[in-house]
């Protein structure tokens, strides 16, 4: 699950179906080429409407993979971080790959299983004892010293950069865009739901997503009830920031502050370019 510490310049990442390319001119350019294509294991089921009309249109993805990004490494270049992986000390073992899957937490155990299903004999499959064994730990036991370069060589196959694709929307972007659209949000609360699932997942803990969205509930109606979308959506945006201070790995609070917030205030709620913002004080541009 994903739920990193930021650091100077190296941030850990965060989220397939394949992406149709869409040209964005970015302060740090995106990987134009199209996602793998998707095998093995049945496609997970996109969101909910029959067209896209939100953050699943291919450009809006895009656009959310690399605000993303840009909040997670420093960086636009989302497709840059399959071979991602270090232990960042915050109690989740190690954290890898485009949207940050732990040893810790369960996902990555199931990304390296839904990829051995695929492709047996893989770089990652010999590890998968040690990842059942340190589920729920931060604990590296059985996995050093050669997974971390067992994770860069399989992050070299087209078929791990798929699962690690089907993995990121089957747990967080179909989920977070299918609750957003029964609350009526658009492109902008679709958005933020994701973002915030992608970093707090969605457990029974006070600051899951779920927790974040009972708390805004309680300040505000989202509009599939009749309330206001911009005053919903600062309550939801309150409720995250406060989440965020609970822990502290996430006390930097700017990818909401000076990114999401920003996009609000302006009235941006179908998260159209051109797009500015800042995540740890280093200023992004999508136009």
């Not at 004892?129 to 931060?138: I, W």
């Not at 492109?187 to 927790?211: C, E, K, N, P, R």
């Not at 790995?249 to 609000?264: I, K, Y």
Request: net charge negative.
């Amino acid at each position: 699950m994903e739920v990193r510490v930021p650091t100077p310049h190296v941030r850990t990442v965060l989220l397939a179906l394949t992406l149709v390319a869409v040209p964005l001119t970015a302060t740090t350019t995106a990987h134009a080429a199209p996602e793998p294509a998707d095998a093995g294991r049945a496609a997970p089921l996109a969101p909910s409407a029959a067209a896209a009309t939100g953050l699943d249109d291919p450009a809006k993805k895009e656009i959310a993979m690399q605000l993303v990004s840009s909040a997670e490494n420093s960086s636009l270049d989302w497709k840059a971080q399959y071979g991602y992986i270090e232990d960042i000390g915050d109690g989740r073992g190690y954290t890898a790959g485009i949207i940050g899957f732990c040893s810790g937490t369960g996902d990555m155990l199931d990304l390296v299983e839904l990829y051995t299903g695929r492709k047996p004999g893989n770089a990652l499959a010999s590890y998968l004892p040690a990842l059942r064994q340190v589920d729920g730990t931060d604990s590296h036991q059985g996995l050093d010293p050669g997974f971390t370069s067992a994770w860069k060589q399989a992050a070299k196959d087209s078929a791990f950069k798929t699962a690690q694709n089907d993995e990121r929307d089957r747990v967080y972007f179909n989920p977070a865009v299918n609750r957003a659209k029964q609350d009526k949000l658009g492109t902008l609360g679709q958005f933020a739901y994701y973002d915030a699932i992608v970093m707090h997942g969605d457990g029974g803990d006070s600051t899951s997503f779920s927790s974040i969205r009972k708390r805004a509930l309680a300040k505000a109606k989202p509009p599939a009830q009749g309330g206001d979308e911009k005053q919903y959506l600062h309550a939801f945006l309150d409720a995250r920031v406060w989440a965020m201070k609970q822990e502290e790995a996430h006390e930097d609070t700017s990818r909401v502050d000076t990114a999401q917030r920003v996009f609000l205030n302006k009235g941006n709620l179908n998260l159209d370019p051109p797009l500015d913002w800042k995540v740890y004080g280093d200023s992004f541009h999508i136009g």
